[in-house]
Structures are given as C-alpha cells and as structure tokens.
C-alpha cells in the first residue's frame, strides 16, 4: 500500500457492492476513506475492518444522500476527523424500472431524490470544500446510451449527472479539480441482480463482446486510474467502463 498519499476519500454508498469495491480499493491505494451509508451500518463497519485489517484508515460515515443536511454534517465529520477532504466519489444509487406508462410517482421521487439530488448534495459540498488538487468521481451508468425501455427514469437521472459532470469541470476552473464520470454497463452486484431471472441474466452477460458480466473490482479499477496521479489529465469525460457493450 501506497500510504504516504494522506488524501482523504469521501465514498457514497460504500456498505456493498461496487461501492464497497470502490472503497476497499481508494484504501489499498493509500487513501483515508470515509465509508459512507443510508441504512447499512453493520455493512459498513464491516467495509471499514476489511480495510483496517490490511492497514488502511478508515471511518463509517451515515447520511441519506438525498437529506442536503446529512451530507454537510458527512462533510463536517471528515474534516474534523482528517482535516480536509480530497475526493469525492458519487457512487450511491438506487435502480427501480417500470416504463414510463407505469411508472408511479414513488418510483420517480424516489430515483431522483437518490440518484440526482443526491449527487447534487454532495457536489455542491464538494464545490465547497474540497482541497486544491482534489478529485470528483461521479457514477453514471451505460443505460446513457443503451436507453432500454424500462430504464427511463433512472436513465434521466444518470444523464443529469453527467450534465453536472460537464458543468462543475468549467465552475472549477483554477482550483486543480477534475471531474469525471464512470459509466459501468451490467455489474454483477445485488443492486442489479436482484429480481432478474437467470434467463435475462444469461443474456445480459453475452451482450458484451467480452461476454461477463463487470465485476465490482472493474469498476473501483477505473474509479482509481481517475483518483490517482495517472488520471491527473482526465477531466470532463465520461468513462464507460462496461466491456465493449456500447
């Protein structure tokens, strides 16, 4: 482990799946993570000992993405506890497909009050806060892009966070900040997996020419080369880190 960086990693949604991923990964690379959650707090924990237990620093953090108050209070915390804060990974969200004839309003509410207020929220503190040389990860996903019916909301809000991606790269001109996105296309996670039968499963998996499924790893991998020192020229881009599958 590179530990000499002294960065500190904010990380949304970092009890499981890709954001685990993400976390585990920032931390092995020298990074102090701030494992943040909504709800999963044993998760966490358990995030925050499988990092420690290699030798890596890392603290639980709580907030609801979506609760503007929360994610200040989240930002508050890690800079009391480390002093500052240098990256900023965007990575918790929710996924619910219904077409747009049967999408109710919980169903939208829901998805934008997450996936792009949410982003929101912690880009603005962000904008804020973050330290000289800094670094914002936001996740996207690939249903920019492949537009399948079912996805329409959730693809809108990923297409929202991109358009912030695009944005803030200009607001933060002169402060050393890149902003990028990672656009992952299927992930074997629970997020995704749950509730498809195997049939649509077996399908996806061979859509891309690579025929698998991304693995959470893949995804922190991309997450990485963009926080560290070989991303340093990577800025206003969306990364589709999905196979080849658009």
């Known amino acids: 482990m590179n530990g ?8 949304t949604g970092a009890a499981r799946g890709i954001g685990a991923a993400i ?3 920032l931390a092995g690379d020298g990074f102090t993570v701030v494992v943040n959650y909504a709800g999963s707090a044993a ?4 995030v925050v000992g499988r990092i420690e237990a290699k030798g890596g620093k890392a603290i639980a953090a709580q907030a609801d993405v979506s609760d503007a108050a929360a994610v200040a209070r989240m930002f508050d915390a890690a800079q009391t506890a480390f002093g500052g804060v240098d990256v900023l990974v965007n990575n918790a969200g929710i996924m619910k497909l219904a077409t747009i004839a049967e999408s109710d309003d919980a169903l ?6 997450v996936n792009l207020k949410g982003s929101f929220n912690t880009l603005r503190e962000a904008a804020k806060r973050l330290r000289e040389g800094g670094r914002i990860i936001n996740l996207s996903s690939s249903v920019v892009g492949l537009y399948q019916p079912g996805y329409a909301v959730y693809a809108a ?3 929202g966070v991109e358009a912030m991606t695009h944005v803030m790269v200009k607001e933060l001109r ?3 900040i890149t902003v990028n996105a990672i656009a992952p296309g299927p992930t074997a996670t629970a997020l995704f997996l749950d509730g498809k039968p195997q049939s649509v499963i077996d399908t996806l998996t061979k859509l ?10 893949d995804i922190a991998s991309a997450v990485a080369f963009l926080a560290g020192p070989d991303g340093a020229w990577i ?7 999905n196979g080849g599958i658009i």
Do not use: C, H, M, Y
Request: glycine share 6%.
């Open 23 to 25: 976390a585990e990964r």
């Open 174 to 176: 002169g402060r050393n």
């Open 4 to 11: 000499d960086t002294n960065k500190v990693a904010i990380v």
């Open 208 to 217: 891309a020419p690579l025929e698998r499924l991304g693995q959470p790893e």
């Open 235 to 241: 800025n206003g881009q969306v990364l589709r880190a």
């Open 157 to 159: 809000t990923k297409a």
């Open 43 to 46: 998760e966490a924990e358990a």
């Open 108 to 113: 939208f509410d829901s998805q934008i009050a």
